[in-house]
């Protein structure tokens, strides 16, 4: 249930309101925007029932939300969210870019991929250090010597770093090194993973899983904020579809979609979206248009003999043309970059 106050409710009124509802056994989530305050109430349906609100004080009317998620809604709080990353903004009109390897292969590599990525424009140098790959044959990642390769060539060029975290064992660890933590598409579902980021202390940015519904990935974001950890950035890479030519199906109405029916901050992944480097800057291009709050994209030094991804990685001058092009659509957009 949603409690909407009146523009004119005092503190006290929030008070006694907040007040009745904790000592009903329930939780309460405030949100207090430039019109007015809403009290979001949380836990036990019955309990919900039986509260009677609309007669307090400074209450202006009550709305029972029929979805799952509550936390994520933007009928629980109207504004976006803005996600500040020690100092970089994403959310509202702040537009964020990750770029960098799919992954951390070894010094140089991230050494010029993160130099080339700054002097683009990016804020945050993105590369694996723990991979989920398809073959167990194929290149699993440095772990944490990667984490440390990220760190450094990150710090280096004033960058924020963005990592995936495979397994909860490995969050404290990650969290030690990354600004960001990522949670890829194969993990959305993962309910363990999700919970235990909700006790995390670093930003989670939630990639949509390979067939996920819109609602399924909503609920997935509501398990993080349930934890605690409301710093949730949505990432929209591509579903399977009948679709061979393209590696995903880029769902770009996912982004207007979500906006709609949360306050979270949404980016999009063109590289995944569409597992080929030519049609990246155009998505790009598009994700922009259809209100994104920022793009992830992979970026290595020499794609040709990348350990992954080659294929859908931009080189460091297309990436720059991109970054220069962006800046007009981000223009338009209201978004700065
Ligand atoms: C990645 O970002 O390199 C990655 C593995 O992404 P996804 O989970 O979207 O496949
Ligand atoms: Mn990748």
Redesign the pocket.
């Known amino acids: 249930m949603v409690i909407v106050m009146k523009p004119k409710a005092t503190q006290a009124d929030i008070d006694k309101v907040v007040k009745r509802v904790e000592g009903a056994g329930l939780k309460t989530h405030l949100s207090t925007g430039e019109e007015c305050t809403i009290i979001g109430v949380i836990g036990d349906k019955k309990k919900i029932a039986s509260l009677e609100m609309n007669m307090m004080e400074g209450v202006e009317k009550t709305l029972h939300i029929t979805e799952k998620y509550k936390l994520v809604s933007r009928s629980f709080k109207a504004e976006d969210t803005v996600i500040d990353v020690d100092g970089i903004k994403i959310g509202g009109k702040h537009f964020a870019v990750m770029a960098g390897p ?2 951390v292969e070894n010094m140089e590599q991230l050494t010029e991929a993160a130099h080339a990525v700054k002097i683009a424009g990016a804020q945050f140098l ?1 590369g ?1 250090a723990f ?2 790959r398809t073959s167990p044959y194929d290149f699993q990642g440095l772990k944490e010597e990667g984490l440390k390769l990220l760190r450094q060539a990150a710090d280096k060029e004033d960058l924020k770093v963005v990592t ?1 975290v495979l397994n909860h064992d490995d969050i404290e660890l990650i969290e030690k090194y990354a600004d960001i933590l ?1 949670v ?4 959305m579902h993962n309910f363990e993973l999700l919970k235990a980021l909700g006790h995390a202390h670093k930003p989670v940015m939630l ?1 949509r899983g390979l067939s996920a519904t819109l609602t399924e990935w909503l609920n997935a974001a509501e398990y993080i904020m349930s934890g605690g950890n409301e710093q949730v950035i949505f ?1 929209e ?2 579903i399977r579809t009948y679709e061979t030519y393209t590696r995903n199906t880029l769902d770009l109405s996912a982004v207007a979609a979500i906006k709609e029916l949360s306050h979270l901050p949404i980016i999009v ?1 063109p590289s ?1 979206g569409t597992g080929r480097r030519s049609l990246v800057a155009p998505m790009a291009k598009a994700a922009v248009a259809a209100g994104a709050d920022g793009l ?1 994209i ?1 970026v290595h030094p020499h794609p040709e003999v990348a350990l ?2 080659g294929d859908q990685s931009l080189t460091p001058q297309a990436f720059n043309e991109l970054m220069s092009s962006l800046k007009h659509f981000t223009k338009f957009m209201d978004k700065e970059l």
């Open positions: 799919c992954a993105r694996g991979k989920p995936e990522q890829g598409a194969r993990n990639k990432c890479r591509g992944d995944h992830i992979e992954s991804d």
